[in-house]
């Protein structure tokens, strides 16, 4: 399977450091916004192509699918115009910032019938899995979640530390991994949704700190906290309160809430949660299968985000 990375960035490079483990996989090209960035990262992976325009990559026959690692604004119409093209496409988190694009996007899915993925790592990540997998076996059952999402971001870079060409988002993309897990987890619907913002960042122009509570139909409830102006530690810290324990998910560690070590190595092929992520999306494009993480499966949590956002649009007018 030959594969197009658009978006060369921090998180595309974690894409291709993910592909190279997957047997059968080819780095087919590389399109970023600096040609030479593009051309330096193709021939690190050994990619025959590289360029600065997405409408080259898939001009290419022999392309068959294309990972979106681009700026939030342009995922909904860049996943489109791939799948216009006849190419499988996953999208990075988060699918769309608006309802209406996100819709689009899955109304395109269903048109063309490719594969279409988003991707929401949590689903993927050896932690996460496992704390599912208690679900799933009837062990554990949530009631509540706690959620922390902080990051020190008070200038736009990305994860290297790297200068932004586009400005990241609390709601849109940090709080769209939560919400999703929250529902996934739970296996039920959002009924509820409140929101909360902090002053906007005087140069970004986006709100630095938001609260946000989720009630589904069967009664869980989700408390998230996010934050740019946290000073450490950083990262996402994921609560699960359950009727037969605690558990703390970080990244790729879990533990209980007692702070106990619980072994994951096991759970999958790999402890990367990208490249599982990554494997899953070849997998269902080789078996013609919808893949965990489908744009049909995460759709609610883009419902419940576009309800927030207007709740904040509202307020903003009252204010």
């Known amino acids: 399977m030959k594969i197009a990375l658009v978006g060369a960035g921090a998180f595309g490079e974690k894409h291709l450091d993910g592909l190279k483990n997957i047997e059968g996989v080819e780095i087919a090209s590389v399109i970023s916004r600096e040609a030479e960035q593009a051309a330096e990262v193709a021939a690190k992976y050994g990619a025959p192509h590289s360029g600065t325009d997405l409408a080259d990559a898939l001009a290419l026959p022999e392309v068959d699918a294309v990972i979106l690692c681009t700026p939030t604004q342009m995922h909904a119409e860049q996943a489109i115009a791939c799948m216009d093209a006849g190419k499988h496409v996953q999208v990075e988190i988060p699918l769309a910032d608006s309802w209406e694009d996100a819709l689009a996007v899955e109304a395109k899915a269903k048109e063309t019938g490719l594969t279409c993925m988003v991707g929401h790592t949590r689903r993927f990540n050896p932690s996460h899995q496992w704390v599912k997998n208690k679900i799933d076996a009837g062990e554990f059952n949530i009631q509540a979640m706690d959620i922390e999402t902080f990051f020190f971001r008070r200038k736009n870079m990305n994860a290297k530390g790297q200068p932004r060409s586009w400005t990241d988002h609390l709601l849109w993309h940090h709080s769209a ?73 970080r990244y790729d560690d879990l533990v209980t809430g007692r702070e106990e070590p619980i072994d994951v190595s096991n759970v999958d092929v790999s402890m990367n949660g990208i490249e599982l992520q990554d494997r899953e999306f070849v997998a269902a494009i080789t078996e013609g299968r919808e893949p965990n993480s489908s744009v049909s499966s995460v759709l609610d949590c883009y419902r419940v985000i576009g309800e927030l956002a207007a709740s904040l649009e509202a307020q903003d007018g009252w204010s």
Not at 191 to 204: F, M, R, S
Not at 205 to 217: F, R, V
Request: glycine fraction near 10%.
């Open 177 to 249: 991994h939560s919400i999703d897990i929250f529902q996934y987890m739970t296996g039920s619907k959002v009924i509820a949704a409140n929101v909360l913002q902090g002053p906007k960042h005087a140069e970004l122009g986006i709100a630095m700190d938001m609260s946000i509570q989720l009630k589904t139909e069967a009664g869980q409830i989700l408390t998230l906290a996010l934050s740019f102006n946290n000073d450490g530690p950083l990262g996402t810290f994921f609560r699960y309160i359950g009727d037969t324990g605690t558990y703390i998910a």
